[in-house]
């Protein structure tokens, strides 16, 4: 199999994630495989998040307070609720974590520092300096 032939993948979300990342998709003007596609590629890449000062004050509704710990997290959002089993609280991390990557690239796409180019498979640093 040459490396440019494509294969279906298939996999089983929750109809409320379904709808989430339909409508992610259409906000995006891609379909939902090029979508999927790209956030399981964009999980994938190695990337760090610089120490932020832990004094400095946070945007509200993203979740933790930056600085804090995937501990801290994970009782923010078990605060939330009564009990969450694995599956719900996967979702519920997971959920934060997409408002706040759509949270941050919608403002370094308001700065144009970085745009989405469907030709280049994704998002991309812009070279405006």
């Known amino acids: 199999m040459a490396d440019d032939d494509r294969v279906a993948v298939k996999t089983y979300v929750p109809r409320h994630q379904k709808e989430v990342w339909q409508a992610q998709a259409d906000e995006l003007e891609m379909s939902q495989s090029e979508f999927v596609r790209t ?23 993203t979740g933790a307070e930056a ?14 609720t009564d009990a969450l089993g694995w599956d719900g609280l996967v979702d519920a991390l997971v959920d934060d974590v997409e408002a706040e990557l759509d949270d941050e690239l919608q403002r370094l796409q308001d700065e144009n ?17």
């Open 67 to 80: 600085g804090d710990d995937f501990a801290d997290r994970i009782l923010e959002v078990l605060q939330r």
């Open 113 to 129: 520092r970085v745009r989405y180019s469907g030709r280049e498979g994704g998002y991309v640093v812009t070279n405006d300096e």
């Open 39 to 61: 956030m399981v590629q964009a999980g994938r890449t190695n990337f760090e998040i610089p120490a932020i000062d832990s004094t400095a004050e946070t945007t509200a509704g």
